[in-house]
């Protein structure tokens, strides 16, 4: 009599914190180009009003949150 249930896909490997971190300049230096921030009028408000984007707004962004909730990889991402 065979098994019928089924088998669950392996769990894909953790990141490392360097691909996390290489992962997080490539999404800032998207959000930060001047070509988004042409379109993404949010960002130039918020920019304009108060000269920066917060660490927690960022990390409420869903792309960035997909990569990692981890304020110091974000700060290190930012740094480099």
Known sequence: MADDTPTPAPA???ATPEAMTSSLVER???FFSNANLRQ???MRTEMK???CITLDQ???FQTIKSISTDKELLVKAAGE
């Open 12 to 14: 894909a490997p953790a």
């Open 28 to 30: 800032l230096h998207f």
């Open 40 to 42: 993404d009028k949010w």
């Open 49 to 51: 009003e108060n000269g």
């Open 58 to 60: 960022l990390l409420k």
